[in-house]
């Protein structure tokens, strides 16, 4: 199956069903990887609107913006997703990366800590 028909066949499943979060959050990964991040990144913030619990969402909506240059967003999801579940491993490192990005060490000093004391704790 090609790409393009991928694309149009998650595109499909959201129709169908509009209201899931969990259909916008896989087509939002999907169009990530095929490269259309504005279109991703537009999926990723609907999913975190329908269901305000759904720390993978915004863990992912946090890196790509973070990708895509929109630092000051990303840090919103990371925030979010760090309140929502403050034993996340991936949303306290990707947390500590963006810091790490902006230049704010010290604090991403402390989230790459509290990181690494999360998986050390698995």
């Not at 999907?30 to 329908?50: D, F, I, S, V």
């Amino acid at each position: 199956m090609q790409s393009a028909e991928i694309v149009a066949n998650a595109r499909k499943a959201v129709e169908v069903e509009p209201d899931s979060a969990e259909a916008h959050f896989q087509y939002a990964r999907l169009l990530e990887r095929e490269g259309m991040l504005e279109e991703a990144c537009a999926e990723y913030t609907k999913a975190c609107e329908m269901r305000d619990d759904f720390v993978d969402a915004h863990v992912c909506c946090g890196s790509l913006l973070r990708r895509i240059g929109r630092a000051g967003d990303a840090e919103i999801h990371y925030k979010i997703a760090i309140s929502m579940d403050p034993g996340n491993y991936y949303a306290r490192f990707s947390y500590a990366a963006l810091l790490e990005d902006m230049k704010r060490y010290d604090e991403a000093e402390e989230e790459y800590l509290k990181a690494a004391n999360i998986r050390a704790g698995e």
